[in-house]
């Protein structure tokens, strides 16, 4: 089964259910919607009957004021109500009521047609209530009322007529209805009534099987709403497994709810048929044109088919079963140089004159599995845009994008041959590859001389700072050993003369230069070698302490401000190595402070540290007279110094940045941007306990 039937197929399916839904719907909305006109039309008739009957019923309690027996009776305990419960019991057979009862005001029955049996306070406080005015006493002039009272799943029906007698009310007269007087016409109609009160509970049904009760416990909750084609509501109810469409109506007066409720069951068999029919007669019309339109495409198809071979701007070329060329479109013609007369000889029904597929291509080494696969008659060529080199009838080759894909038209079967000529493309190939190596050699020849001054430029960076290095070591060290040089040779003349206090004193002072110069060394020598050691909780505020007695002469002149909050955390660190740290920043910061005159400002030192994320930052900062911008670049740098020759070797900080480094720390310097000085940044993990 071909894809294009299984295409076919398919669209008929979906048009012949899309068909069938649309008629089922159509259909349904229609006749739901009749439905609901005669069904609104039928609950009216009966709302005429419901009030017509209870109409007939309405003056009946005037019958009750007429006996001359009733005042007496209502005013005189002592009079007998024989009388009187007699003539209520023949007015309640002729009525054929459920009976007629005679109250006091207060509900209490006083007399009754049915000999007390069927009577309880619950109806008689049901009847009272109707009575009383807005402030809860009885009204008198309320005329004949009417209330319902629901008892075990059956209603109770009731018309009351207050008694008056000189202006005060002295009784009430009641008659309960027999409301299966309603019921009787629907059951010979089988229609499907319910009725409820204000509380919404049932009290009659007309159906002969599903009672007020069941439907009480079933509620109305169920009661779906749709919305029609035309925006109409259309109610339906599922009641003892099967769908009714429902209609109501409120009776204000005696705020009663009538519901209507028709079987859909018969309905929905008219839409399933509807549905039916529509699909046979949608498969029977796209048979029809199926047919017509395939035969249309039959007829066709081989002419379109060269047509738009023809208007392509690619060469195509269309083969039979063996190979030979059935059509050539002119993009074709002209690659491969071929003219009509050609092509009119390879439509002679003799071999010899056909032309093959194999012929467009050129004997080249390349084209072997191609042609070897044009030759085969057993097997279906499929290619997609493999490069071949073409032939040209006029001499030339030329290169070419080759795609060969099975086709059936017209009930034939055979191949299209696609065929893009890409010699334009290989020439570009050809200079771009040749401009890619070119400019691969100038990359590659600019790289090495990148190298070369980059290595040139290292070795300037080296040899500079080898300079700075000499030059300081040199004056550093050459002052010392002068001047050792200078005491040795008077120690001679002291010893000659036997000058011993003085030998003493040149000896104490050569004892002096010798450990400064060991002191030079000794911080070539940290620069040199790092000496890691376990990291360790330690107190920033212990360290400063200890730094601020060691230099409390230098910072005599200085405003301290130390601002460290009692929470902050330990750091992980080398105590001794922290306290070089922080040693060697204050006291540079105070050499710089010598330099802030206190006319401009006072010299102020401020140190302070917070938690940020993960990281503990100190910051030391002061109002001295900063750096240069081209000198801040190189501050950490080994040997940079902006102090004279003699005063440092340019090492301080150079050490202080290893020492942060050995620390798993970092430090940063930049100047203040509202004020004058600079401030130093330490970074340094926190210590945590479980560490």
Same mark, same amino acid.
């Given at each position: 089964?071909?894809n294009?039937?299984?295409?076919i197929v398919?669209?008929?399916l979906? /048009? ?7 008629v ?19 609950l009216?008739?009966?709302v ?6 209870l109409?007939?019923y ?12 009733l ?19 023949q ?11 005679? #109250?006091k ?6 007399? +009754?047609?049915r000999?007390?049996t ?30 319902s ?9 009731? #018309? +009351?007529l ?22 009787? $016409?629907?059951l ?12 919404n ?12 009760t ?6 109305t ?12 509501n259309?109610?339906?109810w ?6 009714y469409q429902v ?11 009538i ?12 839409v ?19 047919y ?6 039959k ?18 070329v ?6 030979s060329i ?6 074709a ?20 004159h ?9 004997r ?6 191609v ?7 057993l ?19 030329? $290169?070419?994008?080759? /795609? ?15 065929f893009?000529?890409?010699s ?9 590859s ?13 790289t ?10 290292l ?27 200078t005491? #040795?040779?008077s ?10 206090k003085?030998l003493? /004193?040149n000896?104490?002072?050569?004892d ?6 060991? /002191?030079m060394?000794?911080q070539l ?10 990291l360790?909780?330690?107190s920033?505020t212990?360290v #400063? ?14 405003a ?12 992980l660190?080398? $105590?001794?190595?922290l306290?070089?740290?922080?040693s060697n ?9 010598q330099?802030?005159?206190?006319q401009i ?8 540290a ?5 990281t503990?930052?100190i910051k030391i900062?002061?109002n001295? $007279? ?12 080994p ?18 940045a ?7 720390g ?8 509202q ?17």
């Open positions: 089964m071909s294009k039937f299984k295409i398919a669209v008929i979906c /048009s012949v259910i899309v068909t069938t839904f649309s089922r719907e159509i259909c349904r909305d229609w006749l739901l919607d009749s439905n609901r006109e005669q069904a609104e039309n039928q009216l008739t009966y005429v009957d419901i009030r017509r009957v109409a007939s309405k003056y009946l309690p005037y019958l009750i004021t007429e006996q001359e027996s005042i007496p009776v209502l005013t005189n305990t002592q009079v007998s109500t024989t009388q009187l419960q007699q003539t209520l019991t007015f309640d057979k002729a009525a054929n009521t459920k009976g007629w009862y005679l #109250l005001p207060d509900g209490s029955l006083l007399v +009754s047609s000999h007390n069927n009577w309880d306070y619950n109806k008689a406080l049901n009847i009272t209530s109707n009575l009383r005015n807005q402030d809860g006493e009885l009204d008198k002039d309320r005329g004949v009322l009417t209330s009272y629901i008892a075990n799943g059956s209603a109770n029906y009731y #018309l +009351s207050p008694i008056n007698h000189q202006d005060k009310l002295i009784g009430i007269a009641v008659i309960e209805v027999d409301l299966t007087a309603l019921s009787d $016409p629907w010979a109609e089988n229609d499907f009534i319910l009725i409820s009160n204000a509380k509970k049932f009290f009659l049904s007309s159906h002969p099987q599903i009672s007020a069941e439907i009480n416990s079933l509620g909750a169920d009661i779906i709403t749709h919305q029609l084609s035309n925006n109409a259309i109610y339906s599922v009641i003892a497994n099967r769908d209609q109501q109506v409120q009776l204000d007066d005696l705020r009663w709810h519901y209507y409720l028709t079987p859909l069951n018969g309905l929905y068999r008219k399933n048929m509807a549905g039916f029919i529509s699909a046979i007669l949608m498969s029977l019309l796209l048979s029809v044109l199926l017509r339109y395939e035969r249309k495409q007829l066709y198809s081989h002419a379109a088919l060269k047509q738009m071979i023809a208007g392509t701007n690619v060469g195509l269309l083969l039979n079963n063996d190979r059935s059509y050539i479109n002119p993009t013609m002209r690659y491969f140089g071929l003219s009509n007369d050609n092509l009119d000889k390879s439509d002679k029904n003799s071999n010899a056909k032309l093959y597929a194999s012929q467009l291509l050129t080249h080494q390349d084209n072997d599995a042609v070897s696969q044009l030759n085969d008659l097997i279906t060529p499929n290619f997609t845009g493999i490069e071949v080199f073409a032939h040209n009838h006029h001499g030339d080759d030329f $290169p070419a994008l080759l /795609s060969i894909t099975p086709l059936a038209w017209s009930q034939r079967r055979g191949s299209l041959m696609t893009v000529d890409i334009k493309r290989k020439r570009a190939e050809h200079a771009l040749q401009a890619n190596e070119q400019l691969e050699t100038r990359v590659q020849e600019t090495e001389k990148l190298y070369a001054a980059q290595e040139e430029l070795l300037s960076s080296k040899m500079a700072a080898l300079g700075r290095m000499s030059s300081a070591i040199n004056h550093e060290l050459n002052q010392p050993l002068t001047g050792i040089r005491l #040795l040779s120690n001679l003349l002291f010893l000659e003369q036997g000058n011993t003085v003493v /004193s000896m104490a002072l050569i002096k230069l010798v450990k400064r110069m060991l /002191s060394t000794a020598k940290v620069f040199a070698f790092n000496r890691p050691e376990r360790i909780a330690t920033i212990d #400063l302490n200890d730094v601020f007695t060691l230099e409390q002469n230098k910072l005599a002149n200085i301290m401000t130390v601002d460290i909050p009692d929470s902050l955390p330990q750091v660190a080398e $105590p001794h190595r306290h070089q740290v922080f920043l204050i006291s540079n910061a105070a050499a710089a402070l330099q802030t005159s206190e400002s006072k010299p102020t030192l401020m140190i302070s917070n938690r940020v994320k993960d503990i930052h900062m002061d001295g $007279p900063g750096v240069d911008d081209d000198a801040l670049a190189h501050l950490f740098e040997f940079y110094t902006s102090k004279k020759i003699g005063e440092g070797l340019g090492l301080g900080l150079a050490i202080t290893n020492i942060m480094r050995d620390m798993q970092e430090i940063f310097a930049h100047n203040n941007l004020q004058a000085g600079m401030t130093f940044t330490l970074t340094l993990k926190p210590y945590l306990r479980d560490e």
